[in-house]
């Protein structure tokens, strides 16, 4: 059984560390205080190959495995995980768009997806319906052209912000059964934002509701076959859980890494901190966490890249066990930093605060532990 990465994916991971470190990491908390992202900083990305990560090279992609991806947002967010994360979203929608999309839809809107012209956002959870995403009641009524769009999305990344919408929708039935997916440009008539939500973390990203009042979306932008669009939306979680903990796991690396060389030059009692054997021990722990977290992500993002009838259940285990650990790390670096690791300019608070939604997104951890235990009950 071989762990190591071969040297395109060494290559993948020191790309996106190395474009992080230099056009991210100096502006992270300008950009923070600033409560959104300079769009010129997209197309940068986007030269790198990470607008259309699992699109089709057909399409202007660069058909990466989901294992491939986990290195990009790791390495991403140990830059900014706020940023790495609107990043993950962008090509969620991408990857829904190339598996589900027409052939007509594909052309038409995927080059300009990885080419990061146009930055995408992903509407499915409701005021009403976060974890019970199939009860979720923004409708689209058949017209003659397409379908008329009413309704409120809630807690979406981008909104405002983005220049399109993948959304999912009712056009038939109550449940999983009657909901279908469609792509809203920005500036359709009917489509509104509600003001900028406060947030604890990923400050960075603009998040807004996102309202459809009479909203008129022509046939050609359903993505897939009337009906799917559930189906469409929990095929793309699986590949965002490993997104959102490669996340969660890159930023509690970073506040490891900072908090050892803050260790090495802080001192107390006429020594620096890490020659202390208790504070080493804690050390020892995160390092021990932090590289078990990495493994078993990889061994679920190489089990979804294969089909393995078990990914399902190794994404919710990954997403619970990561998400977790990178937080209950990024919280003891910022106590091995004593009354500094409060403060902004460590840098340690905003990792501790961004990496908190992380174990609510893309399906809350208990969601996550109820999605695992049927699985062993079943089998």
Known sequence: MDFALTEEQTLIFDMAKSFGEEHIAPFAQEWERAGT??????????????????????????????????????????????????????????????????????????????????IYSYCLTEPGSGS??????????????????????????????????VVMCRTGEDGPKGISTVIVDDGTEGLTFGALEQKMGWKAQPTTQVQFDDCKILHENLVGDEGRGFSY????????RLNISAGALGGAQQALDQTVQY????????????????????????????????????QAAW?????????????????LMVTDVASEVANGCLQLHGGYGYLADYGIEKIVRDLRVHQILEGTNEVMRLIIARQVIVS
């Open 132 to 165: 019970d995403a199939a009860a979720l009641k923004t409708r689209a009524e058949k017209s003659n052209d397409g379908y008329v769009l009413n309704g409120t999305k809630a807690f979406i990344s981008g909104g405002s912000y983005s220049d399109a919408y």
């Open 233 to 240: 939306a929990m095929a793309g979680l699986d590949g965002g």
């Open 263 to 298: 260790m090495s030059e802080r001192k107390a009692f006429g020594r620096s901190i890490d020659q202390f054997q208790a504070l080493q021990f804690r050390l020892a722990e995160f390092e021990t966490k932090l590289q078990a977290a990495r493994i078993f992500l990889r």
């Open 37 to 118: 992202i300079p769009k010129d900083l997209w197309p940068k990305l986007a030269e790198l190959g990470f607008g259309g990560l699992y699109v089709s090279e057909e399409y202007g992609g660069s058909g990466l495995s989901r294992l491939d991806a986990t290195l990009v947002f790791e390495a991403l967010a140990m830059a900014c995980p706020a940023v790495g994360s609107f990043l993950s979203i962008h090509n969620m929608c991408g990857g829904m768009i190339d598996k589900f999309g027409s052939e007509e839809l594909k052309q038409r809107v995927l080059p300009g997806l990885c080419s990061m012209e146009k």
């Open 303 to 319: 089990k979804l890249d294969n089909k393995d009838h078990e990914a399902t259940k190794f994404c919710a285990m990954a997403k």
